[in-house]
């Protein structure tokens, strides 16, 4: 059974940065892409971040130049590192897990955490 558990959340002031990790277990982690997912309240949940197994990434538009991702897979653990952050990046952040090469839809993934809150005041 995989299970990831996201960390790093917390409030922080804009202009400012916090890291997330996802750590998994439960089956070869450097086999499979892992994604970054966020859900503001009242919205769908969005695609922010992807990391593939060959450690191509992939980011959404308002994020570029601002968050990284990353993965460590000694550690089975992939992280966001989210720089500048703004408002509009409050939500729930979820990291998930696929097989197969990395994917911006929400419905490729097969495994999910059960979420971390990020909220950015202004």
């Known amino acids: 059974q995989v299970q990831l558990v996201e960390s790093g959340g917390g409030l922080v002031q804009a202009g400012g940065s916090l890291r997330l990790s996802c750590a998994a277990s439960?089956?070869?982690?450097?086999?499979?892409?892992m994604g970054w997912f966020r859900q503001a309240p009242g919205k769908e949940r969005e695609f922010v971040a992807a990391i593939s197994w060959l450690r191509s990434t992939y980011y959404t538009d308002s994020v570029k130049g601002r968050f990284t991702i990353s993965r460590d897979n000694a550690k089975n653990t992939v992280y966001l590192q989210m720089n500048s952050l703004k408002p509009e990046d409050t939500g729930v952040y979820y990291c998930?897990?696929?097989?197969?090469?990395?994917?911006?839809?929400?419905?490729?993934?097969?495994?999910w955490g059960q979420g971390t809150q990020v909220t950015v005041s202004s």
């Open positions: 439960g089956r070869t982690f450097n086999s499979y892409s």
């Open positions: 998930a897990q696929r097989q197969g090469g990395a994917a911006r839809s929400p419905e490729e993934y097969q495994y």
